[in-house]
C-alpha cells in the first residue's frame, strides 16, 4: 500500500514539475532540497551515533537488566500479563525515555511479538498490548535528543531550552494515557 501512496506522490511531483512553466527552476528547487536534506542527515549523524552508541554501552554493561528490574514491579501492575516481555518493554521505555525513538522501535517490534504469544484474544489486542502502546506512544521522554539534534543543526541559540518542558508535558501525556487505559479496561469488563 505505501508503495502505491509513493508512487502517487513522485507522479504528483513530476506532474507539478511540467505544469510549472520553468523546468530550469524546478530542477534547481529540487537539487537545492536535495542539498539541504543531505546536509540536515550528515548534521544529526554525530548525535544519533552518540546516543546510540551510549545506549549499546548501557545494554552491554547490564544498565539496561538493572533498570528493568527497577521499573519491572511498576510495569507489572500495569501489564500483568506480560512477564516474557518485560525485558523488550523496558528496553522501548528507556529508549523512548532518553528521545531515541529510532533506538526503540525494534524493542517495540520485539515487545509486541512477546505480548502476541501470551496473547489469548487471538488477533484483537490484549490489555497489555494497549497499555504498551499507550505508554510507547506518551512516553516519558527526559531528553529529547532527536529534537535537541535538530535545534543544534538549524543553527538555535539555545537547543535544551526545550528540555524541561518536553520532560513536563511527556510526564503528563504518559499519565493521562495510562489512566484511560485503566478506565476503559475497567470498563471493557
Known amino acids: 500500500m505505501m508503495n502505491y501512496i509513493w508512487g502517487f506522490l513522485i507522479l504528483c511531483g513530476f506532474g507539478a514539475f511540467a505544469l510549472s512553466g520553468d523546468p530550469a527552476a524546478s530542477v534547481d528547487a529540487m ?12 548534521a544529526l549523524c554525530p ?44 528496553l522501548n521505555l528507556a529508549a523512548n525515555f532518553l528521545g531515541l525513538g529510532s533506538a526503540a522501535t525494534p524493542f517495540g517490534i520485539e515487545a509486541m511479538a512477546e505480548l502476541q504469544k501470551a496473547n489469548r484474544l ?46 513536563i508535558a511527556s510526564l503528563v501525556s504518559a499519565s493521562c494515557a495510562v489512566l484511560l487505559c485503566l478506565l476503559l479496561k475497567r470498563r471493557a469488563k
Open 47 to 90: 548525535s544519533f551515533m552518540l546516543w546510540l552508541g551510549l545506549m549499546n554501552v548501557a545494554k552491554e554493561a547490564g544498565l539496561m537488566e538493572k533498570l528493568s528490574r527497577a521499573v519491572r514491579p511498576l510495569l507489572k501492575r500495569l501489564m500483568p500479563d506480560s512477564s516474557e516481555a518485560m525485558a523488550p518493554i523496558t
Open 31 to 42: 537539487l537545492s532540497g536535495v542539498s539541504e536534506a543531505l546536509e540536515l542527515c550528515l
Open 122 to 167: 487471538g488477533n484483537a489486542a490484549s490489555d497489555d498490548m494497549c497499555m504498551f502502546i499507550a505508554l510507547n506512544s506518551s512516553a516519558v521522554e527526559l531528553l529529547p535528543t532527536s529534537v535537541l539534534a535538530l535545534r543544534a543543526a538549524a543553527g538555535s541559540t539555545d537547543p535544551y531550552c526545550v528540555v524541561l518542558p518536553t520532560f
